[in-house]
């Protein structure tokens, strides 16, 4: 049964994980603006009211389909590592992995290159018009979530002892703000004004105006802020020890976004489309490559065979993600051979009648795999620093600040045909501390680097980690038909996968299918520091017949249910088949929302 209806519109559609930034996109449509301003929009609310999920020193994969054209792009706004960053360097410091948070695992912040590139070459409006929602909610404020007014309460200790400029962002009078209290971020705010100012002082063209930004961002103030706090910055991290990051203001200066080619597999009539292997996104493809040999449908949705099959599928393309992806810009990742139809034949014949429980990477081309030791726990430190905090808390509250699975998703589709969906991640409250002057965290994903060497994701200056973000688009007949994603970390190739197979396989509606019962695998080692695995277990909402869940654990998983509608986050938008757009949103969470017209 539907919590939520279908819906249909004329003009276009937004969905994204906040009703507020659902809301924003879809006003940019009375200023005149399209698809590309709507989520663009909505992308920078996102940056405001969920700073527990992402920021403006965050990362985002942007996926594109322009109707004009007909071409489907990936705008790249995963920054990379500084140049500074070295398995040496690092490991010289005493660390077998990045840290989970504080400034060793900042990037080149890349989300908001990303979007003026966006703007500026698919969008209609200007920067002013596109920021003045975010500046709106950032200045008079906004209801604050429960779970960020949780998160914020978590980390209280350390934001008043430690990373006070945090404190200053985030607490009032000392405390986290209530659940719905009125939350406000002036300093913030002023960033994105005086990214207008500069943009408009800079140029008289839209387009000029959006590059003006990006160097006010990337060689301007933003970059000098960063610049000055990590020069001498030393905060506490989840290791326990203070460590001074490697990013500086010329790594910015030296960076813009790329426009890069995806990667496609045809499924069922559908030709699926996914960001290169510095994501994990191609998992998806492999995954969708072993499923095309099976009739899922006659299984059955939500059938024993069917979750036994997709999750063993799953297995097979996360093993070849942990040996083989990484930055193609630095690695030679074999792509052509992991998604060859004969590939994918043998590896489908791994698939058995029982669960397994054992990491098993394919061999492309020929090539052996290698995967670097798992680490299951971060080595306790017992440096005097750390011990001395043991009476105030903080070592308790640093192991919460690693963050995992907190991202974002915005799709917007407008009635010219334009799709674009994206995933922003990354600078989120709880990981690195404040930049003082600008009112934002930067982000860490360099903790999905290795240290290790020789492998394709170890870290190296310039190149970027490879990221869990995954966002989709889909096309039937080279037209438009999907744009979609989630929130969720290493499960987002999973969720999606779930999503797209119910509407395709089993013929349910865009609305049904994010709201069918959802399962996934933690058989493969966690992305994010410390990198933990746990092979057997099958994670299934209590909402699957019992039967089926004891068939599955007489097959060999370790079944843990949890409570119902409580996995994945799916937003997608599209062309509606009878004309016009269409657009779905999870009821999970009671946050995201979708708005069309």
């Known amino acids: 049964m539907l919590h939520r209806p279908d819906?249909?519109?004329?003009?276009?559609?937004?969905?994204?994980?906040?009703?507020?930034?659902?809301?924003?996109?879809?006003?940019?449509?009375?200023?005149?603006?399209?698809?590309?301003?709507?989520?663009?929009?909505?992308?920078?609310v996102l940056q405001v009211v969920e700073p527990h999920l992402n920021g403006p020193g965050g990362d985002v994969p942007i996926m594109v389909y322009d109707a004009a054209s007909g071409s489907t792009r990936v705008v790249c706004g995963q920054g990379p590592m500084p140049q500074a960053a070295t398995p040496q360097a690092l490991r010289a410091r005493g660390l077998d992995a990045i840290p989970g948070s504080g400034l060793l695992a900042a990037t080149v912040p890349g989300a908001f290159g990303a979007w003026m590139r966006l703007l500026r070459d698919h969008g209609r409006l200007r920067v002013e018009d596109v920021l003045a929602p975010a500046i709106g909610y950032a200045e008079d404020g906004y209801p604050l979530l429960p779970k960020a007014s949780e998160m914020i309460d978590v980390m209280a200790p350390l934001f008043r002892d430690e990373w006070t400029e945090s404190g200053r962002t985030?607490?009032?009078?000392?405390?986290?703000?209530?659940?719905?209290?009125?939350?406000?971020?002036?300093?913030?705010?002023?960033?994105?004004?005086?990214?207008?100012?500069?943009?408009?002082?800079?140029a008289t063209s839209r387009e000029g105006q959006a590059d003006a930004?990006?160097?006010?961002?990337?060689?301007?103030?933003?970059?000098?802020?960063?610049?000055?706090?990590?020069?001498?910055?030393?905060?506490?991290?989840?290791?326990?020890?203070?460590?001074?990051?490697?990013?500086?203001?010329a790594d910015l200066a030296i960076w813009r976004p790329a426009v890069e080619d995806t990667l496609t597999l045809e499924y069922r009539g559908l030709t699926v489309h996914k960001v290169g292997p510095w994501s994990q996104s191609p998992v998806f493809l492999q995954q969708l490559a072993l499923l095309e040999g099976y009739d899922l449908a006659a299984m059955g949705h939500g059938s024993a065979d069917h979750v036994h099959t997709v999750v063993e599928a799953a297995k097979l393309a996360f093993a070849d993600r942990e040996a083989w992806y990484g930055d193609p810009?630095?690695?030679?990742?074999?792509?052509?051979?992991?998604?060859?139809?004969?590939y994918s034949a043998a590896r489908r014949a791994l698939i058995g009648a029982t669960a397994s429980g054992v990491l098993r990477p394919g061999s492309p081309?020929?090539?052996?795999?290698?995967?670097?030791?798992?680490?299951?726990?971060?080595?306790?430190?017992?440096?005097?620093?750390w011990l001395s905090q043991l009476d105030n808390g903080i070592p308790t509250v640093l192991r919460r600040t690693a963050?995992?699975?907190?991202?974002?998703?915005?799709?917007?589709t407008d009635r010219e045909g334009n799709m674009v969906v994206a995933t922003p991640s990354g600078g989120w409250l709880k990981s690195s501390p404040v930049v003082p002057g600008l009112g934002f965290p930067l982000g860490t994903r360099g903790q999905m680097a290795w240290l290790v060497d020789g492998h394709n994701n170890t870290v190296a200056p310039g190149k970027r980690p490879r990221t869990t973000l995954s966002p989709s688009i889909a096309l039937r007949d080279g037209s438009p038909y999907l744009a979609f994603g989630t929130p969720g970390g290493d499960q987002q190739d999973q969720w999606t996968l779930g999503f797209l197979l119910n509407h395709v396989d089993f013929g349910m509606s865009p609305q049904e299918a994010v709201e069918a019962a959802t399962f996934h695998t933690?058989?493969?080692?966690?992305?994010?520091?410390?990198?933990?695995?746990?092979?057997?277990?099958?994670?299934?909402?209590?909402?699957?017949?019992?039967a089926v869940v004891r068939e599955l654990g007489a097959r060999g998983h370790e079944i843990h249910l949890v409570a119902p509608g409580s996995l994945s986050k799916v937003c997608a938008t599209g062309p509606h088949p009878a004309g016009g757009v269409l657009a779905a949103a999870s009821p999970r969470g009671q946050q995201a929302y979708a708005v069309v017209r």
């Open 170 to 202: 985030y607490l009032v009078d000392g405390a986290a703000p209530a659940p719905g209290a009125r939350m406000r971020n002036p300093v913030l705010a002023a960033t994105y004004r005086r990214l207008v100012a500069e943009a408009k002082a800079g």
């Open 522 to 546: 933690d058989h493969v080692p966690t992305s994010f520091t410390p990198r933990q695995a746990r092979p057997l277990a099958l994670i299934m909402e209590d909402s699957f017949d019992p």
């Open 7 to 44: 819906l249909h519109g004329t003009n276009c559609a937004v969905s994204s994980t906040h009703w507020l930034a659902s809301a924003a996109g879809a006003a940019m449509f009375d200023l005149g603006g399209n698809a590309f301003d709507a989520a663009t929009a909505a992308a920078f």
């Open 403 to 412: 963050a995992r699975g907190d991202t974002c998703c915005v799709s917007a």
């Open 365 to 385: 081309g020929g090539r052996s795999p290698w995967i670097p030791p798992v680490l299951d726990a971060p080595h306790p430190p017992s440096d005097p620093d």
């Open 329 to 342: 810009e630095f690695a030679d990742v074999p792509m052509a051979d992991l998604l060859d139809p004969g």
């Open 213 to 249: 930004a990006t160097r006010a961002f990337y060689e301007g103030f933003v970059a000098e802020a960063v610049d000055k706090f990590l020069a001498t910055a030393e905060p506490v991290d989840s290791t326990g020890r203070r460590n001074r990051g490697l990013l500086t203001g």
